[in-house]
């Protein structure tokens, strides 16, 4: 895909003209805040059902050479959020871990698969070789869309999570770049 993720903090994507998808700046910090918090009050997507990143933890992140933030913005509203973060450690370098969370009301629009697609493009002009994401088993939409942009199951937890009195096994999903 011959995607110029440079271009896209000035020409952002648009996945129809409601939406917007664009590299994050530092005061889409609370925006970021409340769509993550938003998601992790449905309980049933994400490990943490809090979101621990202050303001100026959340701008840090955004201001990371080494980490790629895209917003997908609705009417100015952060209603979604994909971020990859490149491994710290000299021998972790060639990796990267990405997450999203798209809030309620604003997926199967295909804001996840756009926003995904820019990511891998951007992960692989950084050098990045190795794209990992971890996802629950009973997130059968989630696992859907990774599987369809090429991510394959490389291992799975056995009942590593358990959501109520539904356990859920945790499925390391991987693409090679
Ligand atoms: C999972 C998530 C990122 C997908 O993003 P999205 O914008 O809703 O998905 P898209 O509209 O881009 O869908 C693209 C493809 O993914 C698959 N897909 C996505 N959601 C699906 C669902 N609920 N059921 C079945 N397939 C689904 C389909 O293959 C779809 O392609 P198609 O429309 O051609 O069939 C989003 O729904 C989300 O953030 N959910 C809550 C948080 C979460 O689960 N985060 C991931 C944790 S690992």
């Not at 994400?46 to 303001?55: G, H, M, N, P, Q």
């Not at 021998?91 to 999203?100: N, Q």
């Not at 820019?118 to 989630?142: C, H, P, Y």
Request: aromatic fraction near 10%.
């Amino acid at each position: 895909m011959n995607f110029d993720w440079h271009s896209l903090g000035r020409n952002s994507s648009m996945v129809d003209t409601s939406y917007e998808i664009r590299i994050a700046v530092p005061k889409d910090a609370s925006g970021i805040i409340n769509c993550m918090q938003s998601v992790m009050d449905e309980k049933i997507y994400l490990v943490s059902d809090i979101y621990f990143y202050t303001e100026r933890g959340e701008k840090d992140i955004i201001k990371s050479p080494d980490d790629l933030s895209l917003v997908a913005s609705w009417n100015g509203m952060v209603v979604g959020i994909m971020r990859i973060q490149r491994g710290v450690y000299r021998k972790l370098r060639h990796t990267a871990i990405l997450s999203i969370a798209i809030m309620k009301g604003h997926r199967g629009m295909g804001l996840g698969e756009k926003m995904i697609l820019q990511g891998i493009s951007w992960s692989r002009d950084q050098g990045i070789e190795k794209l990992s994401l971890e996802v629950f088993s009973t997130n059968t939409g989630a696992i859907k869309l990774y599987d369809k942009l090429g991510f394959h199951e490389e291992g799975r937890k056995e009942k590593q999570f358990k959501i109520g009195e539904v356990y859920a096994d945790g499925v390391m999903m991987t693409l090679f770049l």
